[in-house]
């Protein structure tokens, strides 16, 4: 059996990552059936034990021609392209989408694009605001049973519980190979860039398929040296431009971890396929690493961070946050105060995938990075 470098993997790992539609599109047109979704807290299991495909939207970069005619210009870039490409028909390869209630856009996008699009399926998933206890995986757990219910209505038969069984083993075996991955990370085996475009690719991939390339890609990687350049982390939200990585990267910084909801907040969290199904999903949901726009009583944000950066060795922390993204922009001030109270430098950059404005906040990373090797 003929094995792939892991340089081809990875390359087309990024290219997924910077255009994922022809490929998906044509996986549609040979009888895949995919489901969009937008959000790292979808139940992705429920889909896939359905026999249908999650695949993650994320937009692209483009001038909008019809979304603003049903979303502000302060809404979330993201919301707006997924929108304006539903509605240029650009998402035609979809079966439906699925809309995670977590902050005001998603939520009002679910309810514009239900009334102005005619996707055959379409789905609501509402989890609590306050996550992280009991009460909030007893009510995650309802939400995935009545979510389930309308799959089964939808299609006409029942998700056996064989086969929620197997999507979580092959879900968690995805988590784990990608920990793997990005346990390399400070050795330099593999450039940040290449472990985001590792997870983002599973967001469009058969999870089974991305598990055989994952595991083929961590077989043929060699021991990294400890890499080179200012050792950072970077966190936000969702990471939909590649060459922004890439460019801090060229300008010799190492990326050493990463807090994106597409990078390693996706991959945290566990599930047991031994437990009763629906509740081992919901424990997973309601326990693994708070997005921003939840809550948990007893869980730390900064401390998080502030724990990933001690790991990892980062010296410094660049936010990447998608403009207008309340949740992410009301926790950066504090966040930067009880970092910088650490001795750990901020950089933060907002961007939209109108305008990514990538030679802008070259500049400003060239100096950041010029902060920290006079440190």
Request: net charge negative; aromatic share 8%.
């Amino acid at each position: 059996m003929s094995t792939r470098a892991p340089g081809d993997i990875l390359s087309d790992f990024m290219g997924l990552w910077r255009d994922p539609y022809p490929a998906l599109a044509a996986r549609a047109a040979a009888g895949e059936r995919l489901i969009g979704y937008f959000c790292s807290y979808a139940p992705e299991e429920l889909i896939h034990a359905a026999g249908l495909t999650p695949v993650r939207i994320v937009g692209q970069e483009r001038n909008l021609s019809r979304a603003d005619a049903h979303l502000q210009g302060y809404c979330c870039s993201l919301a707006r392209t997924d929108l304006d490409m539903a509605l240029a028909g650009e998402l035609s390869f979809l079966e439906g989408a699925v809309f995670v209630q977590t902050c005001d856009t998603m939520q009002r996008l679910s309810d514009i694009w239900r009334l102005n699009t005619s996707f055959p399926f379409h789905g609501d998933f509402v989890l609590p605001a306050r996550m992280g206890d009991r009460v909030a995986e007893d009510y995650t757990a309802a939400e995935l049973s009545s979510f389930r219910d309308l799959l089964q209505g939808y299609l006409g038969q029942e998700i056996e519980e064989p086969a929620l069984r197997n999507s979580i083993r092959v879900y968690q075996r995805n988590r784990e190979l990608l920990r793997q991955l990005y346990g390399l990370l400070p050795s330099g085996a593999l450039k940040g860039s290449e472990a985001i475009s590792a997870v983002m690719a599973g967001g469009w991939l058969r999870k089974e398929d991305h598990n055989r390339r994952l595991e083929e890609l961590l077989a043929g990687l060699e021991p990294g040296s400890g890499g080179t350049g200012a050792r950072l982390l970077i966190t936000g939200s969702l990471c939909t431009t590649p060459d922004f990585v890439a460019m801090v990267e060229e300008l010799g910084a190492h990326v050493v971890d990463d807090d994106l909801c597409c990078g390693g907040r996706y991959i945290e969290g566990d599930a047991k396929d031994s437990g009763e199904p629906i509740r081992e999903m919901a424990r997973r949901l309601s326990d693994r690493t708070t997005c921003p726009a939840k809550h948990s009583p007893s869980w730390d944000r900064a401390e998080y961070l502030l724990d990933k950066v001690k790991r990892s060795g980062a010296q410094g922390v660049i936010f990447f946050l998608q403009n207008f993204c309340d949740p992410h922009a009301f926790d950066y001030p504090w966040l930067r105060e009880r970092l910088q109270k650490e001795g750990i430098a901020v950089l933060l950059l907002e961007s939209q995938l109108q305008t990514p404005a990538l030679e802008q906040m070259r500049t400003r990373v060239e100096a950041f990075l010029e902060i920290l090797g006079g440190e």
